[in-house]
Nanobody, 125 residues
Framework: QGQLVESGGGSVQAGGSLRLSCKTSDANARYYSMAWFRQAPGKEREAVAAIKRGGTPRYADSVTGRATIYKDDRENTLDLQMNNVQPEDAGMYYC???????????????????WGQGTQVTVSS
């Protein structure tokens, strides 16, 4: 229950695109709020985007206009598409799931109960 597995990380050139995917076998995932976080070396984990069931996605200011989060409740997947990737987008990307929508606190690490192991994204200029 709650196991999340990320994939799709790797190296991308600045200005390019990346697509990350998170898969879960948890049958209750369709009810969860889910999010992508990232963490660069020496920095705190920060929220990238989040989505609740039937709700409007939320995005960090740093990725607004460049990122799209998509939750597929039939496939139990959560994808993150990011265009015009910049060096500051590099880091370990984590998929997270919470039992309820945190509202304005959607970007807080503590609002999410389940976490994946992460997938690394490097950006070359």
């Amino acid at each position: 229950q709650g196991q999340l597995v990320e994939s799709g990380g790797g190296s991308v050139q600045a200005g390019g695109s990346l697509r990350l995917s998170c898969k879960t076998s948890d049958a209750n995932a369709r009810y969860y709020s889910m999010a992508w976080f990232r963490q660069a070396p020496g920095k705190e984990r920060e929220a990238v985007a989040a989505i609740k069931r039937g709700g409007t996605p939320r995005y960090a200011d740093s990725v607004t206009g460049r990122a799209t989060i998509y939750k597929d409740d039939r496939e139990n997947t959560l994808d993150l598409q990011m265009n015009n990737v910049q060096p500051e987008d590099a880091g370990m990307y984590y998929c997270a799931a919470g039992l309820s929508w945190a509202g304005p606190d959607w970007g807080r690490v503590g609002e999410y109960m389940y976490w994946g192991q992460g997938t690394q994204v490097t950006v070359s200029s």
